[in-house]
């Protein structure tokens, strides 16, 4: 223990101040695998709110920046470590209790999503947002990312569902905003401004979330297309008349990953494959079904399959849920999370093939296409430097042509460390004066997650 950090530690549980270098290292970096990480000076891996604030004091007392953790599966840097910093993993704050009554659960940061889905699932209620990742991301990420997922289209992102928080703030102070009323027009909407806000703002010790009933049965739908186009003006014919509970894409290069991987005969020849679901009970579903099906046969799909199973259903979600790491194994991966308007999904699809042609790399599109979110995953090897600067240049293409499009530069992941510098060029100057005066209102020091978003 360095005489820095000895104070710290004796303000806290015994080993709760961790400085071993092997430990550190093993938290410099998050997916997004940034090589420029640094090595924090300390991890604290608190289990309350007040361990939370004691450190946050000690650090601004100290002037020593702080960079949350929840588990590390961001794919923008959000949680990239920074030299001299002190890291806070909230890995070990892993409390639930599920109110039936209100339909709420009063959770931790540090409880993986899928363990938040299964508690209320055990009181017979349901957690809708799904990220791809929800087996090993955190709740506390899911809301500092406003995360979404496959059944987003139909349900709605994380914000949707976040009634309440509990956040420490620069200072050391605790504040509560929300709480378990469904209603409340009380002062600003304060925990609509933590939502999303990556960590600059404060650090979430506990989120009030809001709980549905069941599921119900889920019917699914699967195109296959002989091009991306026709499947992304397949997904335009489906959004003009529905929402269906899930419309999920994948490009040929994902397809065939994903058959490399999990061996379930999808077709290698296809362009595309759509995967969509319609959980409507009865009549409606078949109504939603028929609309489906023929929408994606009258764009262009050669063979379109139908199941009621549940089994044949979540085997083709469990397919789109292992595109990403299915497609890692090609190699180094740039991971996109561009949106647009729907009407240019197809805009932004073909400019995506136009950009991986211009800069001869290998890009993979997968999407939430029933809300336009897309995944382009660029595909490099990291020791042709040729190569690596071809990626590069057509991550920030990408995002361009997401801005040109009207659309975002992330529509779940978060801006992150890796996208900041094409965040100007989406919102404008005068919406950046205005983050910037907010983080300085609420850290003036700029100690919270220095290097995200600003």
Request: hydrophobic share 45%; charged share 20%.
């Amino acid at each position: 223990m360095s005489a820095e950090t000895s104070s710290l530690a004796a303000a806290l549980p015994d080993g709760m101040v961790i400085t071993d270098p092997d430990i550190l290292a093993g938290y410099r970096q998050d997916r997004a695998f940034d090589p420029a990480a640094g090595t924090p000076l300390a991890l604290i891996r608190p289990t309350s709110t007040d361990q939370v604030q004691t450190t946050v004091r000690w650090c601004a007392e100290n002037r020593i920046p702080i960079i949350t953790r929840g588990a590390g599966t961001s794919l923008s840097g959000g949680s990239t470590a920074v030299d001299g910093a002190v890291m806070i993993s909230t890995e070990k704050m892993r409390e639930i209790a599920v109110d039936p009554a209100t339909r709420s659960a009063v959770v931790q940061p540090g409880l993986f999503n899928s363990e938040v889905k299964a508690a209320a699932a055990a009181e017979g209620l349901w957690y809708p947002p799904d990220p791809s990742s929800f087996e090993i991301c955190s709740i506390g990420g899911n809301v500092a990312t406003n995360a979404g997922g496959l059944c987003c289209v139909k349900y709605g992102v994380t914000t949707d569902y976040v009634l309440g928080l509990q956040v420490v703030l620069a200072d050391g102070r605790a504040v509560r905003v929300g709480g378990k009323q469904l209603k409340d027009s009380a002062g600003l909407p304060l925990t609509k401004l933590f939502v999303g806000s990556e960590g600059l703002l404060g650090i979430i010790t506990e989120v009030t979330l809001r709980l549905l009933p069941p599921q119900g049965p889920a019917s699914t739908v699967v195109g296959v297309f002989d091009s991306v186009h026709d499947a992304s003006r397949a997904v335009l014919a489906v959004t003009g008349e529905i929402r269906p509970a899930m419309l999920e894409f994948m490009d040929s290069v994902a397809i065939n990953a994903v058959e490399d991987m999990l061996r379930m005969g999808l077709d290698r020849d296809a362009g595309a494959l759509l995967v969509a679901q319609s959980d409507a009970p009865g009549a409606a579903g078949a109504q939603e079904v028929e609309l489906i099906r023929n929408a994606f046969e009258s764009n262009g799909a050669g063979e379109v399959f139908t199941t009621d199973d549940p089994a044949e259903g979540e085997a083709f979600t469990a397919a789109r849920r292992a595109a990403i790491p299915a497609v890692e194994k090609l190699g180094s991966l740039l991971l996109e999370d561009v949106g647009v308007p729907l009407p240019s999904l197809p805009d932004l699809i073909d400019g995506v093939a136009k950009i991986a042609a211009d800069n001869q790399v290998m890009i993979s599109v997968i999407a939430h296409a029933g809300d336009g979110n897309t995944h382009p995953l660029i595909v490099f090897d990291p020791a042709d430097t040729a190569e690596a600067d071809r990626a590069q240049t057509a991550f920030g293409q990408i995002m361009d042509l997401a801005i040109e499009l009207g659309g975002t530069i992330t529509g779940e992941h978060g801006v992150g460390r890796l996208k900041k510098g094409w965040l100007p060029d989406q919102v404008g100057p005068d919406v950046m004066e205005l983050t910037a005066l907010i983080k300085n209102a609420l850290d003036p020091d700029g100690l919270l997650n220095p290097g995200v978003i600003l």
